[in-house]
């Protein structure tokens, strides 16, 4: 099973700042992860597929990089609704597996 | 508009069974890859079951290995995850989540139902 380790537990920053978060996996990946945000008592919402690409309706100040091992979500300026927890996740090979979460929240 | 609706969550004791349903609109569902993940209360996210739509290849996750199955019904286009010898540990939200694309990832997620397992 490949393990997802995100970093850090919990990033406090302030609105209109940089957020960088970070997704490791336990062996090569290739670019086979994506990124989603889930607010309280709501389901997820897919933010970045293959590791780099926005999903549909998703807005330009979210991005993702990284491929292999190690990955990076980076929201360019925060605005208020983005603060909440964000989970990497590989389909590189079954079983699926998730990162436990990087809880995003305001300074 | 695609929707994923999910019900048959409730209260149950430790070692018995559940039936989950996803009863879905808006897609094709007889070919569409479809998945349940599950939230524990106050925890992350952790993948259950996967049903690829052409070819029905099912997948699970060591935790529910043997204790569960996946199907669906194309006449209702209706997901579900049969649960049984149910633990206290599989107390969550299921959610019922489509692959939008060919790959793996859940582009649409319904709004869950919570199983409680308890005496």
């Known amino acids: 099973e490949i393990v997802l380790t995100q970093s850090p537990g919990t990033l406090s920053l302030s609105p209109g700042e940089r957020a960088t978060l970070s997704c490791r996996a336990s062996?090569?990946?290739?670019?086979?992860l994506a990124w989603y945000q889930q607010k309280s008592g709501r389901a997820p919402r897919l933010l970045i597929y293959?590791?780099?690409s926005r999903a549909t309706g998703i807005p330009a100040r979210f991005s993702g990089s990284g491929s292999g091992t190690d990955f990076t979500l980076t929201i360019s300026s925060l605005e208020p609704e983005d603060f909440a927890v964000y989970y990497c996740?590989?389909?590189?090979?079954?079983?699926?597996?998730f990162g436990q979460g990087t809880r995003l929240e305001i300074k | 508009e695609v929707q994923l609706l999910e019900s048959g969550g409730g209260l149950v004791q430790p070692g018995g069974s559940l039936r989950l349903s996803c009863a879905t609109s808006?897609?094709?569902?007889?070919?569409?890859?479809m998945s349940w993940v599950r939230q524990a209360p106050g925890k992350g996210l952790e993948w259950v079951s996967a049903?690829?739509?052409?070819?029905?290849?099912?997948h699970y996750a060591d935790s529910v290995q043997g204790r569960s199955a996946i199907s669906r019904d194309i006449s209702t286009n209706t997901l579900y995850l049969q649960m049984s010898s149910l633990r206290v540990e599989d107390t969550a939200v299921y959610y019922c989540?489509?692959?939008?694309?060919?790959?793996?990832?859940?582009?649409?997620w319904g709004q869950g139902t919570l199983v409680t397992v308890s005496s």
């Open positions: 989540a489509m692959r939008g694309s060919g790959k793996w990832y859940f582009d649409y």
């Open positions: 808006g897609f094709t569902f007889s070919s569409s890859a």
């Open positions: 049903f690829s739509g052409i070819g029905e290849i099912t």
């Open positions: 062996q090569s990946i290739s670019d086979y």
């Open positions: 293959d590791g780099s």
């Open positions: 996740q590989q389909r590189s090979n079954w079983p699926i597996t």
